[in-house]
Nanobody
């Protein structure tokens, strides 16, 4: 199983980014997926989850700004991040929830 994130970068406050996470080696369509983030000196926290059936859930801090989605044909889950704030700066990690595999992370930096 291999989890690979992409799409991070530097953006100004109020801007948008879309993260992608591709998973190989599993039957992707049957697995729940999640995005986490870890800022400097803090624990890794869940940002958003999506079930195999497409039901999503979000941390309160990102509700209304972030959207998680999935494309089973591409074995990929996405995190669309809008209205970004400096406090969203973190390394963002994708996780496949059946086996608990993590990706390597992608850096998101939001400047004020």
């Amino acid at each position: 199983e291999h989890v690979v994130e992409s799409g991070g970068g530097l953006v100004q406050a109020g801007g948008s980014l879309r993260l992608s996470c591709t998973v190989n080696g599993i039957i992707f369509s049957t697995n729940d997926m999640a995005w986490y983030r870890q800022g400097p000196g803090v624990q890794r926290d869940m940002v958003a989850t999506i079930t195999s059936g497409g039901r999503s859930d979000y941390a309160d801090s990102v509700k209304g700004r972030f959207t998680i989605s999935r494309d089973n044909a591409k074995n990929t889950t996405y995190l669309q991040m809008n209205s970004l704030k400096p406090e969203d700066t973190a390394v963002y990690y994708c996780r496949e929830l059946q086996f608990g595999s993590w990706g390597q992370g992608t850096q998101v930096t939001v400047s004020s």
